[in-house]
């Protein structure tokens, strides 16, 4: 018999155990624009302390720094539609070889098509890894729309914390709380965009619903106010799922 509150060692060893096998999850955000992917994908970030990547907010760099890459991909962007995928894979399987997403990456925003979700397979299978869990995020339509166009982020390429005017504003208008830099508005967030946006995703992004559920990876949520449950809400069921079942 153990002291009380002592602990058995086993237990102590499978916990240690455990937590660096987390920093080693290879972990999808899916779901369409506006349910929360970034948002999640920041704190699961912090949480379980695995580099969070998002394509957008690459696309969004190179489009702010005048690049060929950033150019390209403004011209599909502003009208809500894809990058076109071999430019897309491409920068992925580059960004997968950077020493710091070696033992794990929040994939926010890719695979966004069939074609990218096997080609992301081969990428990883061709070094021993495999996707762990897929979070498919669903928001009804309405809000989506209301959400994203009251969305705000934060200029700060650092932070770039989000912000939404109603549900969880700044402290102080057009300023991040975070680090005092300031709060911008997306250029493809506005109603029209987020039609196509939303096109684009039931047309091309969906079916990596079923492409992930056959393989016995998704791990779905309703994001909505509607139900009481925003992000971070969600974002703490899935670090509780992930600590009992990973
Ligand atoms: P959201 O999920 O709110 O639409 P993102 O920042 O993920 O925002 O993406 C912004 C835009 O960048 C998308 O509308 C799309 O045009 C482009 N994009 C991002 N990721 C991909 C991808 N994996 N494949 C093709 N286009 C992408
Ligand atoms: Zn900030």
Do not use: W
């Amino acid at each position: 018999m153990l002291k009380k509150g002592i602990k058995p060692l086993t237990k102590l060893g499978a916990k240690f155990f455990d937590k660096e096998d987390i920093k080693n999850m290879n972990i999808i955000m899916l779901g369409a624009p506006g349910t929360g992917k970034g948002t999640i994908a920041g704190i699961l970030e912090k949480k379980l302390k695995i580099p969070q990547v998002s394509t957008g907010d690459i696309f969004r760099k190179h489009m702010k720094e005048g690049t060929e890459l950033g150019k390209l991909a403004e011209s599909y962007i502003s009208k809500g539609a894809l990058v076109p995928d071999d430019v897309t894979i491409g920068l992925v399987e580059d960004r997968l070889k950077e020493k710091d997403v070696q033992s794990g990456i929040i994939l926010d925003g890719f695979p966004r098509t069939v074609k990218q979700a096997e080609e992301l397979d081969k990428m990883l299978e061709s070094e021993n890894k495999k996707v762990d869990i897929v979070i498919n995020l669903t928001t009804p339509e309405e809000e989506i729309i209301e959400r994203i166009v009251n969305r705000r982020v934060c200029s700060n390429q650092e932070c770039k914390t989000i912000f939404n005017l109603q549900l969880n504003p700044p402290k102080q208008e057009g300023i991040c709380d975070k680090c005092g830099s300031e709060l911008v508005q997306r250029k493809d967030d506005t109603v029209e965009t987020v039609k196509s946006r939303l096109n684009s995703y039931f047309e091309q992004t969906s079916p990596l619903v079923e492409y992930y559920e056959k393989k016995g990876k998704l791990y779905s949520a309703v994001v909505s106010k509607s139900i009481n449950k925003l992000g971070k809400d969600v974002a703490e069921d899935v670090v509780k799922y992930i600590e009992e079942n990973f």
